[in-house]
Nanobody, 120 residues
């Protein structure tokens, strides 16, 4: 089993910053893609940012230039630095990690979600 624990969500004013973290634990052999999704009320879950095992990154157009995804392989952790936050960034943010367990079976795990609210 691979578990993900997210943290960092909060209430912040427009223009503010937050840093989300997602730590994976358990029987992990290697991690491939690490991603952040978000789901706003009444909307579908959308991909916000992704980082590959080779540290290539991709971002949704709506967050380019404001959000930065990074990973610490030694800690099996992915981060999302969010700057210049806007009210439309309000959502529950989920991390998603895929890789291989020590028993050589693949895994595909989701975090529990962390609420980000941008409001004055």
């Amino acid at each position: 089993q691979v578990q993900l624990v997210e943290s960092g969500g909060d209430l912040v004013q427009p223009g503010g910053s937050l840093r989300l973290s997602c730590a994976a634990s358990g029987s992990i052999f290697s991690i491939y893609t690490m991603e952040w999704y978000r789901e706003a009320p009444g909307k579908q879950r959308e991909l916000v940012a992704a980082v590959s095992s080779g540290t290539n990154t991709n971002y949704a157009d709506s967050v380019k230039g404001r959000f930065t995804i990074s990973r610490d392989n030694a800690k099996n952790t992915v981060y999302l630095q969010m700057n210049s936050l806007r009210p439309e960034d309000t959502a529950v943010y989920y991390c998603h990690i895929a890789g291989v367990r020590r028993d050589m079976f693949s895994f595909d795990s989701w975090g529990q979600g962390t609420q980000v609210t941008v409001s004055s």
